[in-house]
T-cell receptor, first 116, second 117 residues
Framework: DSGVTQTPKHLITATGQRVTLRCSPR?????VYWYQQSLDQGLQFLIQ???????AKGNILERFSAQQFPDLHSELNLSSLELGDSALYFC???????????????FGPGTRLTVL | AQKITQTQPGMFVQEKEAVTLDCTYD???????LFWYKQPSSGEMIFLIY??????QNATEGRYSLNFQKARKSANLVISASQLGDSAMYFC??????????????FGPGTRLSVLP
């Protein structure tokens, strides 16, 4: 158990809908990262938040947005869902910004999103 | 161009033998970090080992060691004394520095390791 929690574990929805994925980082970790893992794209970095502020952006679509709240939990919002958005979405957390050897990212169990 | 290359889509190893999983990377940053993660069939991502670009010694964590060859831009994972529980997908990943504005993280396509009894 990494200490990172994600809810829900599974999510099934229809095209065009909007969903919210939730992540609670490990106690003491200030950074939260979101990743998408799909069969054709592999593991893709989406976005990073550090202590409530956006700090790095990867291959995140405009239909997707995220935020980190004062209690450091984070939510990933996916809207106007398409079939291709079906994937495993991981959240990870680290102590700092990720630039030091101690800033290892610990991953949550993931949320499996199925868009029908 | 791929930033992380893992040329072995699948590997087999006999139980108790050692195995090397290859990883080459591409970056122009001087400061970067290299990671290996394990993903069993259950789906979770498990951190194995980290190597910083300025680390002079190869990282080791129990049965895992990282063979870091900076000039060749390779960061191969060596698993000694393979166990059946080592059967999983293994991902090489890189953190590129962006100063105080966060980092960029790139994962390779993975290598599926199967340990044979």
């Amino acid at each position: 158990d990494s200490g990172v929690t994600q809810t829900p574990k599974h999510l099934i929805t229809a095209t065009g809908q909007r969903v919210t994925l939730r992540c609670s980082p490990r106690s003491g970790d200030l950074s939260v990262y979101w990743y998408q893992q799909s069969l054709d794209q592999g593991l893709q970095f989406l976005i990073q938040y550090y202590n409530g502020e956006e700090r790095a952006k990867g291959n995140i679509l405009e239909r997707f947005s995220a935020q980190q709240f004062p209690d450091l939990h984070s939510e990933l919002n996916l809207s106007s869902l398409e079939l291709g958005d079906s994937a495993l979405y991981f959240c990870a957390s680290s102590v700092g910004l990720g630039g030091k050897s101690t800033d290892t990212q610990y991953f949550g169990p993931g949320t499996r999103l199925t868009v029908l | 161009a791929q930033k992380i290359t893992q040329t072995q889509p699948g590997m087999f190893v006999q139980e108790k033998e050692a195995v090397t999983l290859d990883c080459t990377y591409d970056t122009s940053d001087q400061s970067y970090g290299l990671f290996w993660y394990k993903q069993p069939s259950s789906g979770e991502m498990i951190f194995l080992i980290y190597q910083g670009s300025y680390d002079e010694q190869n990282a080791t964590e129990g049965r895992y060691s990282l063979n870091f060859q900076k000039a060749r831009k390779s960061a191969n994972l060596v698993i000694s004394a393979s166990q059946l529980g080592d059967s999983a997908m293994y991902f090489c990943a890189m953190r590129e520095g962006r100063g105080n504005y966060g980092q960029n993280f790139v994962f390779g396509p993975g290598t599926r390791l199967s340990v044979l009894p």
